[in-house]
């Protein structure tokens, strides 16, 4: 199966950029959810509920936006 975006350039020059960067913006995601996770498990004895209180607002603004690590390969 294939699937193509056509974009209809420059008109369209800041969706395609998004569309092209998507795996990028994705990967921003994924390495900010990881240092918040390392970051929680380094600050165990003094446990900063902030650091999880941020990740916890990153799963969900993703679930908001139907999007999920999972989609990532």
């Given at each position: 199966m294939k699937a193509i975006l056509e974009f209809d350039l420059p008109d369209d020059k800041s969706n395609h950029e998004v569309a092209v960067h998507a795996m990028d913006f994705a990967l921003v995601c994924w390495d900010l959810d990881i240092y918040l996770e390392r970051e929680i498990e380094c600050a165990l004895e003094h446990y900063d509920q902030d650091l999880q209180s941020i990740r916890d607002k990153l799963h969900e603004?993703?679930?908001e936006?139907?999007?999920?690590?999972?989609?990532?390969e």
């Open positions: 603004l993703m679930a936006h139907n999007v999920s690590f999972d989609m990532i």
